[in-house]
């Protein structure tokens, strides 16, 4: 309902009386996400890895990583959440704007290529980019 305060106090008290439930550090999380905490968020993320091993908590991470500018971080986590999810699609298009925010166009290649996957696996927004790409070669 957009109330991320009360969402924040709520999981916080969950997690002060069962510290390894999941569920409360995933919304705790995403509420620090909502707000602009991505420090917070990415502690929430990491606890949640350390309890249950999921792609998404990895992909979620590596965003909140991009948000404050730690792109080399955020490419380890796009990495490792493929590495979970082959076929998250969002974990290769984010981890090719990673590899582009870097600056080092020798990453060029890799570029590609997570965008072409990301394609593949139905992506719109690699889809329109790689398009748009090719329109102008």
């Not at 924040?8 to 919304?27: F, Q, R, W």
């Not at 309890?51 to 971080?73: P, S």
């Not at 959440?81 to 600056?103: F, S, T």
């Amino acid at each position: 309902m957009g109330n991320y305060q009360e969402a924040i106090k709520d999981s916080t008290k969950a997690i002060e009386l069962n510290p390894v439930d999941v569920g409360s550090y995933i919304i705790r999380g995403v509420a620090y996400e909502s707000i602009g905490n991505y420090q917070q968020a990415i502690e929430d993320y990491t606890k949640v890895i350390e309890l249950k091993q999921d792609g998404l908590f990895y992909y979620k991470r590596a965003i909140a990583y991009v948000r404050l500018g730690n792109h080399q971080q955020a490419i380890k986590d796009f990495s490792k959440a493929i590495e979970l999810k082959p076929d998250m699609a969002e974990a290769y298009l984010g981890r090719g704007i990673a590899y582009l925010y870097l600056g080092n166009y020798q990453n060029y290649q890799e570029v590609l290529n997570d965008f072409k996957i990301a394609a593949r696996l139905g992506n719109k927004d690699a889809q329109d980019t790689l398009l748009k790409t090719s329109e102008r070669w």
